[in-house]
């Protein structure tokens, strides 16, 4: 355990100062096992000390998707036997890596079953800050049988990182980087931006891969020197140069794979790979769904706009549901197909399934629906 103590004037120096910690499981219980102590040591004229010790977890219990467990540390700064600061803080212990070709959580192999992201909040436009809401939507993904999620381009709030600790979702954040360009406007500085994820969300089991942004290269030597960056900020966690094509052993500790569904066995890699981005098969967004749009976002196609282009061709309503319907029906046919094919190959170790929700991107005179649901998080039709 890390710590550190600091005060902002000498009249908060404490006479004996030192730190005492103890653990329970988050799910309930007591704390249990002795309190452990460590003195509080400052160096003259420093007002900051930093304390580190060893706590033994009494029947340790592994985070994992399958068992997300996690534990609550009680800290208490006390001046000799005077309790006058205290600190709460939640987490998991788990171990990710990768050792040959073959990724491992908690020294078993382990097969990454990820999902695409794209920060798609129809009715409040931004992330809400509710891990009640995101955690809805995570036991969905979970239930799906996804274990995994790539927040394409961005980070996201807190409370999300929260709620997938609790859900037992692994967590790929990327720096706001396309190649090697920034997608706002900000001014380049990766290795600044690289920082604040490792800094503000380390916390976090759920936080396991850290990704300097899409299908692209921020340029060399630049990708070595953000892994190398990466691995000192945090080697307990993954680390990619960007999820696309242009990964090595010398910026990543994993490849990406092919976006279609490919014969297993014929992918070859040196790493284990994740396939990129995989299944992405858009079919129309579904008008039916005007109603649901509470002004946030318009209704990207209107039931107007439907009938109009049935209009044109001479049918009516009834073959425009039973058209949506057989587009949901092929998309989930391909998508069930290419998972199985990933999954049977001994080679693969993972997919990243694209997305699990529609983006809804404007394509020619209508708008696109990738998603395995609709982006209200429901199934389709």
């Known amino acids: 355990m890390n710590a550190l103590i600091a005060f902002s004037a000498e009249d908060g120096r404490l006479d004996d100062p030192n730190l005492r910690v103890r653990m329970k499981p988050a799910a309930g219980g007591d704390f249990t096992g ?28 592994p985070w994992s998707p399958e068992d997300p467990n996690l534990y609550v540390a009680e800290l208490m700064l006390c001046d ?11 987490f998991g212990v788990r171990k990710i890596e990768v050792r040959g070709k073959r990724f491992f959580l908690n020294d078993k192999p382990h097969f990454i079953r990820g999902y695409g992201d794209d920060f798609v909040y129809p009715l409040t436009i931004s992330s809400p800050a509710s891990k009640e809401e995101h955690l809805k939507h995570l036991k969905n993904a979970r239930a799906a049988g996804f274990n995994y999620v790539r927040l394409h381009t ?7 990182f929260e709620a997938a600790d609790e859900a037992g979702i692994m967590i790929q954040p990327e720096l ?21 994820p490792y800094l503000h969300y380390r916390r976090y089991v759920s936080f396991t891969t850290m990704s300097t942004g899409n299908e692209g290269l921020l340029g060399s030597p630049l990708d070595r020197e953000l892994y190398k960056l990466a691995k000192r900020l945090d080697p307990s966690r993954l680390a990619i140069h960007q999820d696309g094509n242009l990964n090595t052993a010398e910026n990543s500790d994993f490849r ?3 976006i279609t569904v490919w014969e297993p066995g014929n992918f070859k890699c040196d790493a284990p790979f994740v396939a990129h981005e995989c299944l992405n098969l858009c079919v129309k967004q579904d008008p039916r769904l005007e109603l649901r749009f509470n002004g946030a976002w318009m209704p990207p196609v209107s039931m107007a706009k439907r009938e109009s282009w049935l209009s044109a061709a001479g049918l009516d309503r009834r073959w425009g549901d039973a058209c949506q319907h057989a587009q949901h029906v092929l998309q989930r046919i391909y998508q069930k197909h290419g998972l199985e094919a990933a999954r049977m190959d001994p080679l693969c170790g993972g997919y990243s399934f694209w997305t699990i929700v529609d983006v809804v991107v404007k394509q020619s005179d209508t708008y696109s629906a990738q998603g395995l649901f609709n982006p209200f998080w429901e199934v389709k039709d």
């Not at 452990?36 to 000390?49: E, H, L």
């Open 176 to 196: 706001p980087y396309y190649d090697d360009y920034p997608v706002e406007a900000f001014a380049f500085d990766p290795a600044r931006d690289l920082a604040e």
């Open 154 to 160: 961005h980070c996201e709030v807190p409370d999300f």
């Open 80 to 90: 000799g036997e005077t309790p006058v600061h205290g600190w709460t803080e939640r």
């Open 256 to 258: 990406n794979g092919p």
């Open 34 to 61: 002795a309190l452990d102590s460590a003195d509080v040591v400052f160096a003259d004229g420093s007002r900051n000390a930093e304390v580190s010790f060893r706590v033994k977890l009494d029947a340790f219990l």
